[in-house]
């Protein structure tokens, strides 16, 4: 079975702080996915990035930034600088090689940002 | 422009009810999803289709049916037998013939039984 926790329920700042929202995940597979998407107070699901099991660098978008250790099975998003935009639920999800393109989320991050 | 569309936004049912939610696509994409989100909760997977006339249950899949008479299409009926609908509803869908093809969501479908 596979599983996605994310500890922090909800995640308070104030504008220009970074913060970090962690995923840490559970799976046998070797081969697998892994996923964040944003869901603004609009309701959908906005994808973010995917990161397949081989690929352990870390990848730098604008304020955003994905940590990726396979050692400790984890796969942190960074957002830099936040802006008052950035206040949604986020969410991490993983795929695994035996399941097509199922999806397994995690219960999701609510951030916060305060002018 | 590509996308995809549920109705209604917001639905409201009394209990004993059926009730139909819509998901449309143009995304030319073989697979769809619908999934369930209650507050402060995941996503959970309750039907899924790969390709047309084929569909497969999710993990929660009691008190739900679906069709998938097109590919554009993949509506989803809540019946009188769901026990908790009250929920937020997502539609999905993603290309297959290649693994690992991320989903793409609808704006969702807010179902309130009164």
């Known amino acids: 079975a596979q599983k996605v926790t994310q500890a922090q329920t909800e995640i308070s700042v104030v504008e220009k702080e970074d913060v970090t929202l962690d995923c840490v995940y559970e799976t046998r597979d070797t081969t697998y996915y892994l996923f964040w998407y944003k869901q603004p107070p609009s309701g959908e699901l906005v994808f973010l990035i995917r990161?397949?099991?081989?690929?352990?660098q870390n990848e730098i978008s604008g304020r955003y930034s994905w940590n990726f250790q396979k050692s400790t099975s984890s796969f942190n998003f960074t957002i830099t600088a936040s802006q008052v935009v950035d206040s949604a639920v986020y969410f991490c999800a993983l795929m695994n090689n035996n399941a097509g393109n199922m999806l397994t989320f995690g219960g999701g991050t609510r951030l916060m940002v305060k002018p | 422009d590509g996308g995809i569309t549920q109705s209604p936004k917001y639905l409201f049912r009394k209990e004993g009810q059926n009730v139909t939610l819509s998901c449309e696509q143009n995304l030319n994409h073989d697979a769809m999803y619908w999934y369930r989100q209650d507050p402060g909760q995941g996503l959970r997977l309750i039907y899924y289709s790969q390709i047309v006339n084929d569909f497969q249950k999710g993990d929660i899949a009691e008190g739900y049916s679906v069709s998938r008479e097109k590919k554009e299409s993949f509506p989803l009926t809540v019946t009188s037998a769901q026990k908790n609908p009250t929920a937020f509803y997502l539609c999905a869908s993603s290309k297959t013939g290649t693994i690992y093809n991320e989903q793409f969501f609808g704006p969702g479908t807010r179902l309130t039984v009164l």
């Open positions: 990161r397949n099991s081989f690929d352990e």
